[in-house]
């Protein structure tokens, strides 16, 4: 069948081994190995089921070998093994969708079992390629802050944003999946810019909206007020607003914690459409600031916080 021949192509090889053999040849214990199995996110498997490859085999031996080595612990191993396989997961499903599209858009070629093989032959080391450059130079970026202390790298101060498109839940309703598609799209390609160029960081996509974080004040102000803007303009967009808090920020594989994310994310619930809402922290970070207007905002009561005291963040001009 087709489904098998890509599958032994996308795995490296038939599959070989049981659980037990594959923990075995690996030097790990099958509980060990089913936990890491379990946290990249794959299914329960049969003792005797002969489920498992080559590839599987490496990847588990290389594992325990940094374990070993003292390079990563079992904890943190399990927890980046979590890690990968929820990203991973995602962009699998972002990619295989891209090949239906493929399909459904060239009938000739899913009617031909050997060219649909083929196709794919040739397209998931072009994939593998461009995935591996991202990650390196994701790295490269983080690699300047190897000279950091200990503390400085778990927790330091950040500028925490939220920004949602306002009325996305009333606009569902009353639109087509396509339409649907076609605004996402859009909001995540224009948020990927707005905070590439002002040098910030998208943490997470969240439905309708984007959790992101910059280094100072500065740059957190510009990107939420340059998003907007760009929002304001582009075409078939609802519009955004954005609230943002300043403050020490736990990051831990990929994700941020802490009470300025939820301070972030109290603020932008209650910022008005086309507005930028700050809390107390930022406000005095940026009200030196000649470029930017702060105007203090009565107290407000939300989940967590019985009088909050937002400012509106604008620019000066």
Request: a negative charge; hydrophobic letters at 45%.
């Amino acid at each position: 069948m087709i489904q098998e021949r890509i599958e032994d192509f996308l795995l490296g090889g038939p599959r070989t081994y049981t659980r037990t053999e594959v923990a075995a040849r690996a030097g790990v214990p099958v509980e060990r190995a089913t936990e890491l199995w379990h946290s990249l996110g794959f299914a329960t498997v049969d003792d005797d089921a002969r489920v498992f490859t080559e590839s599987d085999l490496a990847a588990l031996r290389i594992a325990g070998e940094l374990v070993r080595a003292g390079i990563t612990d079992p904890a943190q191993a399990t927890a980046t093994a979590r890690m990968l396989g929820q990203h991973m997961s995602r962009l699998a499903e972002s990619q295989f969708t891209m090949l239906r599209d493929i399909m459904q858009a060239n009938p000739g070629l899913a009617a031909d079992e050997d060219d649909l093989v083929g196709f794919v032959r040739r397209l998931v080391p072009d994939l593998e390629h461009l995935q591996n450059f991202a990650w390196r130079r994701h790295l490269a970026a983080y690699a300047r802050g190897l000279g950091a202390t200990e503390e400085d790298a778990a927790a330091r101060r950040q500028v925490v944003g939220f920004a949602d498109m306002v009325g996305f839940t009333s606009f569902t309703r009353r639109s087509s999946e396509a339409e649907l598609v076609e605004v996402v799209d859009r909001f995540d390609g224009l948020t990927a810019q707005v905070v590439a160029e002002n040098h910030g960081r998208i943490v997470k996509m969240i439905g309708d909206e984007v959790l992101f974080v910059a280094d100072d004040p500065e740059a957190g102000a510009e990107l939420a007020l340059d998003l907007l803007e760009r929002a304001g303009h582009a075409d078939g967009l609802p519009p955004l607003r954005v609230g943002l808090a300043y403050g020490r920020v736990l990051s831990r594989f990929g994700d941020i914690y802490g009470s300025v994310v939820n301070l972030a994310a109290r603020l932008t619930s209650v910022a008005r459409p086309g507005s930028v809402l700050i809390d107390r922290e930022l406000a005095e970070s940026l009200e030196p600031d000649a470029r930017y207007l702060v105007r203090p905002r009565r107290p407000v009561s939300v989940r967590g916080y019985a009088r909050l005291r937002p400012a509106l963040l604008r620019r000066s001009s």
